[in-house]
Nanobody, 125 residues
Framework: QVRLVQSGGGLVQAGGSLRLSCAAS????????MAWYRQAPGQQRELVAS???????NYADSVKGRFTISRDNSRDTLYLQMNSLKPEDTAVYLC???????????????????WGQGTLVTVSS
């Protein structure tokens, strides 16, 4: 199996920066698209940014120019650099990945959508 473990986050003042990491671990797996989502209290989960295995990125309008998503495929790790943070960025941030579990025979490979455990980012005004 494969799992995602997040690190980073915490409390920061408005205008500050934080970096989130999300590392995939397991055996016999590969990762395709990865993304960061966030969920603020009482609100729906929203896509913050995504990145393909080839490095193509997309961002929510609310974070464009402030957040940068990146990945290190050699380490199966996803990052989110968050700059110029605003109080409205306060939320639980979750990483997401499309993973493939490789069986001994390719015909038994399985595709999974996996999530990190979430990390709280709090931006004070």
């Amino acid at each position: 199996q494969v799992r995602l473990v997040q690190s980073g986050g915490g409390l920061v003042q408005a205008g500050g920066s934080l970096r989130l990491s999300c590392a995939a671990s397991g055996s016999r797996f590969s990762i395709n698209n990865m993304a960061w989502y966030r969920q603020a209290p009482g609100q729906q989960r929203e896509l913050v940014a995504s990145i393909s295995s080839g490095g193509i990125t997309n961002y929510a309008d609310s974070v464009k120019g402030r957040f940068t998503i990146s990945r290190d495929n050699s380490r199966d790790t996803l990052y989110l650099q968050m700059n110029s943070l605003k109080p409205e960025d306060t939320a639980v941030y979750l990483c997401n990945a499309e993973a493939k579990i490789h069986a001994l025979s390719p015909k038994y490979d399985r595709n999974l959508e996996i999530w990190g455990q979430g990390t709280l980012v709090t931006v004070s005004s």
